[in-house]
């Protein structure tokens, strides 16, 4: 069975510093890997994705992760994050020729002046 | 182009009370999911449709739960009777469903229904 962990449940960052937001997954076939961002009162929103080919991948706002298999992680990173950036972050991963998307627990990122 | 819409946006009941959640999803996507969110967690998938066949209900508690999409378009999920344990925001998403796609596709969520059961 697949499983992502979220190391940090909070990270509080000021603004314009760089953040990472680390994620780790368990599989034993080679998976898809994506993360999503959640703003308050609202759903889901999909910031990048990992399918193949390049292992850094650029999405939206400033975003990039790194898929790294031997370490099995995708870390998110932000150069330097802005106050709009407070969310609640989701890495989730899927195994290839599978349909179910399995969560992590997020991390809630807090951006303060 | 419009996003997935879900209503209503909350909800009161009280245990073992009978609810009920729609869902409309983006318009074209042939395949369609309900997640529960529980407070603290990621969401959890509950149920995939592929137009308006069952992908996977594989976490779906079917002695209390049910979903139905019966013209491949909208769908309703259902909690009968409802228990404390189902307080959490239940979540619509919806993606274009081509063959083979889905493990790959953008998600497109709604922005949920938060349910409170007393």
């Known amino acids: 069975a697949q499983s992502v962990t979220q190391l940090d449940s909070q990270v509080p960052v000021f603004e314009e510093a760089p953040v990472e937001l680390r994620c780790n997954y368990s599989?034993?076939?080679?998976?898809?890997l994506f993360w999503y961002v959640q703003y308050p009162n609202q759903g889901l929103q999909l910031l990048l994705k990992?399918?193949?080919?390049?292992?850094l991948v650029k999405g939206i706002n400033g975003f990039e992760a790194e898929f790294n298999k031997s370490q099995t992680s995708f870390h998110l990173r932000k150069p330097s994050v802005h106050i709009s950036d407070t969310a609640e972050y989701f890495c989730?991963?899927?195994?290839?020729?599978?349909?179910?998307?399995?969560f992590g627990t997020g991390t809630r990122l807090l951006v303060s002046p | 182009e419009a996003g997935v819409a879900q209503s209503p946006r909350y909800k009161i009941i009280e245990k073992r009370q009978s609810v009920a959640f729609w869902c409309n999803p983006i318009?074209?996507?042939?395949?369609l999911y309900w997640y529960q969110q529980i407070l603290g967690q990621g969401p959890k998938l509950l149920i995939q449709?592929?137009?308006?066949?069952?992908?996977?209900d594989s976490q779906l508690p079917k002695d209390r739960f049910s979903a139905e999409r019966l013209k491949g378009v909208d769908s309703t999920l259902k909690i009968q009777p409802a228990k404390l344990e189902d307080s959490a925001v239940y979540l619509c998403?919806?993606?274009?469903?081509?063959?083979?796609?889905?493990?790959?596709?953008?998600?497109?969520f709604g922005p949920g229904t938060r349910l409170l059961v007393l």
């Open positions: 449709f592929q137009n308006n066949g069952v992908v996977d």
């Open positions: 989730a991963v899927t195994p290839t020729g599978f349909q179910k998307l399995v």
């Open positions: 599989s034993s076939v080679s998976v898809y």
């Open positions: 998403a919806s993606s274009v469903g081509l063959a083979g796609g889905p493990p790959r596709e953008t998600q497109y």
């Open positions: 318009s074209g996507h042939a395949t």
């Open positions: 990992y399918l193949s080919g390049s292992t």
